[in-house]
């Protein structure tokens, strides 16, 4: 869901873990890109079985909530160990987790919600919305004659758009990690400190320097907060409720919110192991404590139940149940990568899509087998995303599937994510 280390290691080994899913031997022979039509093999689904009842033998995770679905029928749906190790209740589908950067995909679907009512265009500046940001400058690093570094600040060649918010081409980055002045200064701003509404955290954003120039590089960072706040000016409430109204509700996403004010759902948290409990996003991740701030980058909190149902709308195209919830236009945006080497935009080194993804709106797209050989399963068109928690979700267009993890483990979560995606396609008869 979110953020990923508060230091460049571990997104150095973030960035090692996409390269080891794309070249490592977890990549299996012939599951790129299978024939359409595939059925799964269910001798081959009990592998999953033995992998997570080993993983949580070791120790390394407290327990999981995976579930695979085809051609509208679920083919493996399975709980394994606690959701927490303190208490030992089982894992169930009502267990709620934190989303961490898996809250993105849910902003970018309220985004595109708004642009089909008309409420929002992306090409709108975002100074429409939040005045502040046609002061925003782009930090320039530079070196004095004594050779010390210090910020210049450069105008904004052009204003930030909706659009670059949604692709992360804002200049906008993240703070918690990485040693340069912009990325210093960001972080001597204290921007998460206290309890600041989406409006006050949106212009705490707007005076800490941008990165880079709009439109020039996918770099990761605060832009999906900033989107909760321009929902709130477009929607003309706030940010959960519009969520809440036109996505949670229709959609039968009961146990989908910000945070926890009940004791029954603080019950109902899933845990990580303790020695696993730093979720490294460069604040508390604690969705216990009420607050007036709701992080459209990584707050959100959710069940399995609620995020298959979310999952299985993307895989419909935007639609469920007879309900439409983006127009196919808006669905077709969301899902094109926007930056790829026609588009004149560049990639930061910790490109979290991995190799061989392009990213749409809230969303890693599928584009090519990528760099390693053999290539990582999967099928040209596929969308993901996940969080630093380790919930994670994989739509198969092509294989009219999808499937979703649902666990609790910062350290674990690329290596599971990893070998579950392996399983899946190798339980995929040819």
Same mark, same amino acid.
């Given at each position: ?9 571990? *997104? ?7 390269? $080891? ?9 012939? +599951? ?32 999981? !909530? ?18 927490? !190790? ?20 849910? +902003?970018? $679907?309220? !985004?595109?919600?708004? /642009? ?19 002061? +925003? ?17 450069? +105008? ?5 758009? %909706?659009?670059?918010? @949604? ?14 002045? /912009?990325?210093?200064? %960001? ?38 907060? $900033?989107?909760? =706040? ?26 989908? =919110? ?53 999952? =299985? ?10 309900? =439409? ?19 004149? %935009? ?36 596929? *969308? ?35 070998? @579950? ?6 339980? @995929?008869?040819?």
């Amino acid at each position: 869901m979110m953020l990923r280390h508060a230091v460049r290691t571990l *997104l150095a080994g973030a960035l090692v873990a996409f390269a $080891v899913q794309a070249s490592g031997p977890a990549a299996a022979e012939g +599951t790129f890109d299978p024939p359409p039509g595939a059925q799964f093999s269910q001798p081959k689904l009990e592998r999953i079985d033995a992998f997570f009842n080993g993983i949580i033998a070791e120790g390394k995770i407290p327990g999981a !909530v995976v579930y695979i679905e085809q051609r509208g029928k679920p083919v493996y749906h399975k709980h394994f160990g606690v959701r927490d !190790v303190a208490t030992k209740a089982p894992m169930t589908d009502d267990t709620i987790f934190r989303l961490a950067s898996l809250t993105k995909p849910f +902003t970018a $679907v309220a !985004v595109m919600m708004l /642009v089909d009512d008309g409420k929002l265009k992306l090409d709108d500046p975002v100074a429409k919305y939040i005045p502040a940001f046609a002061d +925003t400058k782009v930090g320039v690093e530079k070196k004095r004659d004594d050779g010390e570094k210090y910020l210049d600040f450069e +105008t904004l060649k052009r204003p930030i758009k %909706i659009s670059d918010l @949604l692709l992360h081409t804002s200049g906008i980055t993240y703070g918690f990690y990485g040693d340069n002045l /912009v990325r210093k200064a %960001i972080a001597a701003a204290k921007i998460y400190d206290g309890d600041p509404s989406n409006a006050e955290f949106a212009e705490r954003i707007a005076k800490v320097p941008l990165q880079e120039q709009p439109g020039t590089l996918w770099d990761y960072g605060n832009s999906y907060e $900033v989107l909760g =706040r321009v929902i709130e000016v477009a929607a003309g409430k706030s940010f959960y409720e519009y969520q809440k109204e036109k996505l949670f509700d229709p959609l039968g996403m009961k146990d989908t =919110r910000y945070y926890l004010p009940e004791d029954g759902q603080k019950a109902r948290m899933a845990q990580p192991m303790p020695n696993d409990a730093d979720f490294r996003v460069g604040r508390p991740s604690r969705p216990d404590i009420v607050k007036k701030w709701e992080s459209g980058g990584g707050g959100l909190t959710s069940t399995p139940s609620d995020v298959i149902r979310f999952v =299985r709308m993307l895989l419909h195209k935007g639609e469920l149940d007879g309900k =439409r919830y983006l127009s196919e236009a808006a669905f077709k945006a969301m899902t094109t990568d926007h930056i790829g080497p026609s588009s004149g %935009i560049a990639r930061d080194h910790f490109y979290f899509p991995g190799d061989g993804f392009g990213y749409g709106y809230g969303l890693a797209v599928r584009t090519d087998p990528g760099n390693a050989k053999p290539p990582p399963p999967g099928s040209l068109g596929e *969308l993901k995303w996940d969080g630093a928690s380790g919930c994670y979700f994989v739509v198969d267009p092509k294989q009219e599937m999808f499937f979703v993890l649902m666990e609790q483990t910062p350290s674990q979560r690329q290596p599971v994510q990893r070998e @579950l995606k392996k399983l899946v396609y190798e339980a @995929l008869a040819n």
